[in-house]
Every structure is written in structure tokens, then in C-alpha cells.
């Protein structure tokens, strides 16, 4: 495999900035398409092992086919074809298996990922400077819904914890200062699916990495909580209150997504429909009259497009977080010095799919292409591995080395 020629940045370069604007969302699909249309011209697509990519390309395809399949059997398609332009953001992942390919250039996407949540999250803390972080004004940077800001540096708080988590870039200060500015903006953006979603992540990280660090892991986050203003403390405490007005809505709507899937099983209601259904399932002490999601993405698949569609993004989701755990413990026991890439891209995407169960994070745009992107790491560390090896094997040391940059 050849090192990048120049021709491959006309593809490189729009990818990896479609992905570094996130926080302006017309930016980010301007420049997805330039690398749509470069894309032709610019990549090497027969030199890509796509047949190593079966096991991603599958359930990404059924999933398009199903949400398609969904819209024209919606009960009302014409409002259902607004959702048809996911399909488009599904281009990152296609994308990222022809422009990640060389490990250099993706390192460099990941860092300026990180980098770019570490701005944000200094836009969101002007914003609590300037008099926001209570409930009624959060803090939310650029983005229009505080739950976008957290859901963006969720993932990329994984991916720099894994980083730190390793020799090779723990030495980094920049990469510390980031870590606590992002840290502080998630817990200040008050979105308590975010905070159980990054306990969670880290716990596995640690027990993967260090295990030793979980013995402060509780003792951290108790000491965090206590030195926060009250507004966070009574946050973090309604998380297990029964009588949180919040929370008893989220069950409300649990129930009314059942009964939606029940009437609609296989292809559901249809995209979009959620919100003009949900006063017809909706239970009579809901707090709510009408809500625009149901708060759960899986529970939001299912309702709109079907058990079906559930399954294809389960099975993608499920299948990533497979390859990732096995590409981390495999790095981890050789030694590797990649293992920060699969352990980031591993707890990131763990964090997103487990913030799922509390926010409907998969349909939100800006979240759910931060989110594609990370589910593209693992098969582009994978395959530049199986390469890696084979050449090897082949006793080509040229190959060897020219498959690591390419």
C-alpha cells in the first residue's frame, strides 16, 4: 500500500474539518459534501480492504435501507422525508475508511477533535461567567441544545482520558489543560445523561487500564460534587428521585414508545412522527401534552422506524464495540502503541450508546457525527493492522512500513 499522495489531501483535509466545525452545522455539511465530491477524484478506493469491512458496511447498508423503507411507509411521508438527509451524514463513516488510512493523518483528526471540544467547552464557561448555568439558561457553547454540547465532549472527554491514560501522551500539558476545561463544562451543562454515561465509561476504562484507580474514582467524583455550586448538587441528587417531575416524564414516555411500537412493529410510525403521535399514546398523568422525542434512542427507533431498524443499529453499535474491545486487549497485551486509540474510540462510543438510554443522542445531528466518526476508528486501526501483519509475514519490510503510513 502506497503512502498519501497529494491528491488524497482534496479528500483528507474537508473530511476531517467537517468534523472540527461540528459547532456550525451548515460549515460541517458544506464541507462533507466538498469531500463527497472530492472523494471520486482524490481516493485510492480499490486499495481499501473493504471485504475487512463487511462486519461495519452490513448493518450500516440495512440501516439505510430500513430508515428509507420507513419513510415511504410512514403515515405521513411527507413529513417523514426530512430524516432522509441521515443518510447523507452516514457518508462519514464511508468516508473515514478511505481517509483515515493512514495512522498519521489519523491521529491528527482525533487530536484536532479534541482540541476543537476543548474550545467549545471554554465558550460554554464564558457563557457561566456571563451569568448562565442554572436550569432555566445551561450552558450550551455554540450549539443551539445543551444536550448537543454534552453529548459532543462526552465522546471526545473519552478519547482524551485514554490518551492521558498512556505514556505516550501523558507528558502533553496542553492535553490536561483541555481535560479539566472539558470536564468543567460537562458538568456545568448540568445534563445528568452525561454524567452517568461518563461514570460509567470510566469505570471501564479504569478496569481495563488501571484498576487500581477506581478506589478514587468515588472518593473524585464525591469531592467534585461537593466543592460544585448547588445547582449541580441538586442535579447529581434528582438522578435517583422518584419524584423528580423530569423524571417520572421519562417513564411516561417509555410507556407510550411501547405501546407505539406494539401498533407498528416492524417499520413503526415513520421519521419524524414521534412528536404528532405521542398525544394519542400519551399516558393521562404525563407532566407533558407533547414532547419532540421520546428521551431514549432506542426507544425512538423503534417507535419511528421499527423493530427492523432497531436491529440494524444495534448491530451496528454492538458490533464496533466488539472489534474495539477486542482490538484494545489485544494492543494492551502486545504492548502496542495504538492501544489509546482503541481504548478511546472503545469508551467513547460505550459513553455515547450507554448516554442513549437517557437522551435520544443517535438523532441529533451534531452528536451523531461526532458519533460515526468514532465508530469508524476501530475498522481503520483494525485493518491497517491485518495489513501491517501480512506484509510482515510476506518478510516485506518496505510493505510493512508503507502499510503503517497508508
Wanted: hydrophobic share 50%; aromatic share 10%.
Amino acid at each position: 500500500m502506497s503512502a498519501p499522495t497529494d491528491r488524497s489531501r482534496w479528500l483528507y483535509w474537508p473530511y476531517v474539518l467537517h468534523l472540527w466545525t461540528i459547532f456550525g452545522l451548515a460549515i460541517s455539511n458544506t464541507l462533507l459534501g466538498v469531500a463527497v465530491l472530492a472523494a471520486p477524484f482524490a481516493a485510492r478506493w480499490r486499495q481499501v480492504p473493504w471485504e475487512r469491512h463487511r462486519s461495519l458496511l452490513t448493518p450500516l447498508a440495512l440501516y439505510a435501507l430500513f430508515l428509507v423503507t420507513s419513510i415511504v411507509t410512514s403515515s405521513d411521508p411527507r413529513v417523514s422525508w426530512e430524516a432522509s438527509g441521515e443518510i447523507f451524514s452516514l457518508a462519514t463513516v464511508v468516508l473515514g475508511l478511505v481517509a483515515l488510512r493512514d495512522e498519521k493523518r489519523l491521529r491528527l483528526a482525533v487530536d484536532g477533535l479534541v482540541a476543537t471540544a476543548a474550545l467549545l467547552s471554554v465558550w460554554g464557561l464564558a457563557q457561566f461567567l456571563d451569568g448562565a448555568g442554572g436550569l432555566e439558561w445551561r450552558i450550551r457553547g455554540p450549539f443551539s441544545h445543551y444536550m448537543t454540547f454534552a453529548g459532543v465532549l462526552l465522546m471526545a472527554d473519552l478519547i482524551l482520558v485514554a490518551q492521558l491514560a498512556s505514556r505516550r501522551h501523558g507528558r502533553w500539558a496542553w492535553r490536561w489543560l483541555a481535560l479539566v476545561a472539558i470536564n468543567a463544562a460537562l458538568v456545568g451543562s448540568l445534563t445528568r445523561s452525561a454524567w452517568v454515561a461518563l461514570i460509567f465509561a470510566l469505570t471501564v476504562l479504569f478496569l481495563i487500564k488501571a484498576p487500581r484507580f477506581l478506589l478514587v474514582l468515588a472518593p473524585a467524583a464525591l469531592a467534585i460534587l461537593l466543592v460544585s455550586p448547588d445547582a449541580v448538587r441538586e442535579r447529581a441528587v434528582s438522578i435517583f428521585s422518584l419524584r423528580n417531575v423530569t423524571n417520572y416524564d421519562r417513564l411516561c414516555m417509555v410507556e407510550a414508545g411501547l405501546h407505539m411500537v406494539a401498533e407498528r412493529p416492524l417499520l413503526g410510525h415513520g421519521p419524524q412522527m414521534v412528536a404528532s403521535k405521542y398525544p394519542l399514546y400519551r399516558h393521562p398523568t404525563a407532566p407533558r401534552l407533547t414532547v419532540e422525542h421520546l428521551h431514549n434512542s432506542y426507544l425512538q427507533l423503534a417507535a419511528e422506524r421499527g423493530l427492523l431498524s432497531l436491529a440494524a443499529f444495534l448491530w451496528l453499535i454492538g458490533g464496533t464495540l466488539v472489534v474495539g474491545l477486542r482490538g484494545v486487549k489485544r494492543e494492551l497485551h502486545e504492548g502496542g502503541w495504538r492501544s489509546e486509540l482503541w481504548l478511546g474510540a472503545f469508551t467513547a462510543l460505550l459513553a455515547f450508546s450507554f448516554a442513549g438510554l437517557f437522551e435520544d443522542n443517535w438523532q441529533d445531528t451534531e452528536v451523531q457525527r461526532v458519533a460515526l466518526f468514532v465508530i469508524t476508528l476501530p475498522y481503520c486501526l483494525r485493518a491497517g493492522r491485518q495489513s501491517a501483519t501480512g506484509d510482515a509475514g510476506d518478510g516485506s519490510r518496505r510493505a510493512t512500513i508503507e502499510t503503517e503510513a497508508g
